[in-house]
């Protein structure tokens, strides 16, 4: 009676056991169809249960814990989550139409992005430092599967890549793990507790600052290897490209931002440590590196998903930079950044595919004018792209210019750089889109032939869309007072 | 005193035997010596973990010893030996980098994980010490090993080694929560099947294992 009771005093285990238990049972699920909707109704439970969190939120246990920090991302990741699988059953309805998929694999599809929901959750709750590896492992996985499920060469070709590089990037972040264990032990002693996060940031200023510098390094290749950041970006595009595209929503709106909390958890401890190697140049580095990288590799891109991809590693890299410049306001821009490049680009992605599978095709020289063809869908991708490009009034421009402001503020000279790099990415991402967008229409070969989708299909197609970026507009309009007091507070935190 | 110093002086024997067998990953022509090089490593990763076990009075150890014995030791090489028959791959190694050579890096890696671990190790005990240099040195090579070889198998080896590394630093650090351990196990055979499916995807759809075809495709040179 009381355990029961307890249950409904805590929503995090709803939030991570909704998701961990319909993995399965969706599996077993003999028609697809069902399969969707369980899809969408658990991925709606979580979302409740995780905004039951403000409510209640439950004290840090050994394993598990929430914070101002992290509260946050999870209900993001939830919010995200159940857009995504609203998107998807529309997605996959034409894909089945289409029969790309078979029955099977669409039960697997379902399973696994149920049991991908739950590691980046128990990801972005853990209080363990080694659970939170764990975890990333299991995000890791989990994607893989997917990326390869639609088994073509290219398909196969980028799984493969992606699993082979984060593979080994998880291997180093767990090695970091250990210097990390190894640093903290002498004033932890063993056991369970000594790998709580909650009580090593406490204690942070006794451990041994050099093992504590190597063992960042090593964490910052590892999981900066799953947040994309140049030079080992390389799995990102292919990813992103060949998996179905509601996990390339899924993979640049919420598993990048998992891995870079990862990160930031890391750099938590070493700034609270205060002896060891100062984290901020070596994030204002490799976030730079990435931003230029990816804003020049912009231009050559011919494949509009990859397109996307590429803006997803400069966005990231924008965010590690800011982070990595410090600060309360820095940080606050980074975290807006984090919240705005999720909602945008997943709801680019989510224009992508219905274009994608409209035209027929992934080409950008192959789709045009499709404001003319298709106004809904084109006017949703020329905001979407004029958003995450960084226009006023949408929210991306709100963080973008809090970066470069606050770090003229502390550093004037670093600004410049970054204002040039986001002007590149702008130029290359408007002059991409003005093809797509306007001009005389290219022929629509996928609408061609069969019934037009129901209503109900377009439905679940636009509204994630218009969802996303209506919540963009308004944080670009008029940030809500309770969010940027929460903003400011998590800034703090994170020194 | 005298028997701290055996129990140190076994650890470091047996960790420089898992360090050896990544040396011998990296000299072998044969993909049958490679796979036998692997098991003998995770063999010797065992023994490691016993030792661990003993010494640390840690019980827990014993599973992880057992893990690396009968799965990473026996299962996972005979797996891979099936595999390479029944998918008719390459008897000899396909190198992207001469043995030599190969070599000459591998002993600059051991050097210079033996650089970066002692000084900034000096406050804990030898035994992590010496443990954490010579778990860095085999994850060094076998990350060498990913890159220098060519094979999808021998890459597979490679990563495998490295998580032979992985493991032979954590149950060298004292106390080090079960958690990680069992779990580190259980991703291997998670990825293990992962690899499994996934060779036979990559040879239902091409001829060879061999990368290289794999990069015939890479992104959009349209």
């Known amino acids: 009676m009381i355990a029961s009771a307890d249950l409904f005093q805590d929503p995090l285990p709803w939030v991570l056991g909704l998701p961990l238990v319909s993995a399965p049972v969706l599996a077993l699920l003999p028609r697809w169809r069902w399969g969707t909707w369980g899809n969408v109704i658990i991925s709606a439970l979580t979302l409740l249960a995780s905004i039951g969190l403000f409510f209640r939120r439950p004290e840090a246990g050994p394993l598990l814990f929430i914070d101002d920090f992290n509260i946050y991302l999870v209900v993001l990741t939830c919010f995200v989550g159940f857009t995504t699988s609203v998107f998807s059953a529309a997605y996959i309805a034409r894909e089945s139409k289409a029969s790309r998929l078979k029955p099977l694999q669409l039960r697997f599809y379902h399973a696994m992005y149920q049991a991908f929901l739950f590691t980046m959750l128990l990801a972005l709750s853990a209080n363990n430092i080694g659970v939170l590896w764990v975890a990333v492992e299991g995000a890791t996985l989990t994607t893989v599967l997917m990326v390869s499920l639609y088994r073509t060469r290219e398909a196969i070709e980028a799984a493969w890549k992606y699993f082979i590089l984060c593979s080994v990037g998880i291997g180093l972040a767990l090695f970091g793990t250990l210097l990390i264990y190894l640093a903290a032990q002498p004033v932890m002693h063993d056991g369970m507790s000594a790998m709580a996060w909650s009580r090593m940031i406490t204690q942070a200023k006794n451990f041994q600052p050099e093992l504590m510098s190597l063992g960042f390094v090593f964490l910052l290749v590892g999981y900066g290897t799953k947040t994309g950041l140049a030079p080992m970006h390389a799995w990102l595009p292919d990813a992103h490209a060949e998996g179905p595209t509601p996990i390339s929503a899924v993979l640049s709106g919420l598993l990048l931002n998992v891995a870079l909390y990862a990160l930031l958890r890391f750099k938590m401890l070493i700034s609270a440590n205060g002896h060891a190697l100062s984290p901020g140049p070596l994030l204002v580095g490799l976030g730079m590196l990435s931003l230029f990288v990816a804003a020049f590799m912009l231009y050559r891109r011919g494949d509009i998903k990859r397109l996307f991809a590429y803006s997803s590693i400069e966005h990231m890299g924008l965010m590690t930079f800011a982070f990595g410049v410090g600060g309360p306001l820095a940080n606050f821009a980074g975290l807006l950044h984090m919240t705005m490049h999720s909602l945008v680009k997943s709801a680019i992605f989510f224009c992508v595919g219905m274009i994608a599978q409209s035209a027929g095709t992934k080409r950008i020289a192959d789709i045009r004018g499709l404001t003319a063809s298709r106004p809904l869908l084109g006017w949703s991708l020329v905001v979407g792209v004029l958003a995450i490009a960084g226009l006023p009034p949408m929210g991306v421009f709100m963080s973008e210019f809090l970066v470069i402001s606050s770090t003229f503020a502390r550093s004037p000279l670093l600004a410049l750089p970054v204002m040039l790099g986001l002007i590149v990415a702008f130029a290359a991402l408007i002059t991409k889109l003005q093809g797509m967008a306007f001009g005389p229409p290219s022929p629509l070969p996928g609408l061609e032939g069969g019934k037009a989708p129901s209503r109900a299909t377009r439905a679940a197609g636009y509204v994630p869309i218009f969802a996303h970026l209506s919540l963009a507009l308004l944080a670009g309009i008029m940030l809500p007072a309770p969010l940027v007091s929460w903003f400011q507070a998590v800034a703090k935190l994170l020194g | ?222």
Do not use: C
């Open chain 2, 1 to 222: 005193m005298r028997w701290e110093a055996f129990a140190y002086d076994t650890a470091h024997l047996i960790g420089a035997t898992v360090l050896m067998m990544g040396f011998g990953l990296l000299y072998q022509r044969r993909m049958a010596a490679v796979i036998r090089t692997y098991a003998m490593q995770a063999m010797a990763l065992s023994a490691a973990a016993a030792w661990q076990a003993h010494i640390q009075d840690a019980p827990h150890l014993y599973v992880t010893a057992a893990i690396a014995l009968f799965f990473k030791g026996i299962a996972v090489p005979a797996a891979l030996q099936w595999l390479v028959r029944k998918l008719g791959i390459h008897r000899t190694v396909e190198t992207a980098l001469g043995i030599g050579p190969t070599m000459v890096a591998g002993v600059g890696l051991v050097a210079l994980s033996i650089v970066l671990v002692l000084p900034v190790t000096e406050n804990a005990g030898a035994l992590t010490r010496e443990s954490l240099a010579l778990a860095m040195s085999v994850v060094l090579l076998g990350l060498l090993m990913m890159i220098t070889r060519r094979n999808a198998v021998t890459q597979v080896v490679g990563f495998m080694a490295l998580e032979n590394g992985l493991l032979l630093g954590a149950v060298g650090a004292k106390g080090m929560p079960l958690v990680v351990e069992i779990s580190v196990a259980f991703s291997v055979l998670v990825a293990m099947t992962l690899f499994g499916i996934f060779f036979f995807r990559i040879r239902e759809r091409f001829d060879s294992l061999d990368l290289a075809y794999l990069e015939t495709y890479r992104g959009d040179r349209s």
